[in-house]
Nanobody
Framework: QVQLVESGGGLVQAGGSLRLSCAAS????????MGWFRQAPGKEREFVAA????????RYADSVKGRFTVSRDNAKNTVYLQMNSLKPEDTAVYSC???????????????????WGQGTQVTVSS
């Protein structure tokens, strides 16, 4: 059974930084692309970032490009989201997701992911 567990969320002032982690278990982590999505109250879930199975390719939403960095440590079965220069509009529940199929580059579409973590709250105060 695949499990994804996020950590690292919290309350931070605008301009601050947070690093989210997502620990995976239950399948060969290094074979699957991973994604980060977020959902703010009253809004639909949106794509934030994705990283390919190898870690070579990354993708970002325009709203976070240049501020967020996605990375992975396959030895630790963990994917990270480093968030810098945080803005109040970044406030949301952030969830990591595991790709449905192996050896892909990382999708921006939520239905391409089969496994989801429970989410971690990020709140940015102004």
């Amino acid at each position: 059974q695949v499990q994804l567990v996020e950590s690292g969320g919290g309350l931070v002032q605008a301009g601050g930084s947070l690093r989210l982690s997502c620990a995976a278990s239950g399948r060969t982590f290094s074979s699957y692309a991973m994604g980060w999505f977020r959902q703010a109250p009253g809004k639909e879930r949106e794509f934030v970032a994705a990283i390919s199975w190898s870690g070579v390719m990354t993708r970002y939403a325009d709203s976070v490009k240049g501020r967020f960095t996605v990375s992975r440590d396959n030895a630790k079965n963990t994917v990270y989201l480093q968030m810098n220069s945080l803005k109040p509009e970044d406030t949301a529940v952030y969830s990591c997701a595991g790709d449905r199929y192996a050896y892909r580059l990382g999708s921006t579409i939520s239905r391409d992911y089969a496994y989801w973590g429970q989410g971690t709250q990020v709140t940015v105060s102004s």
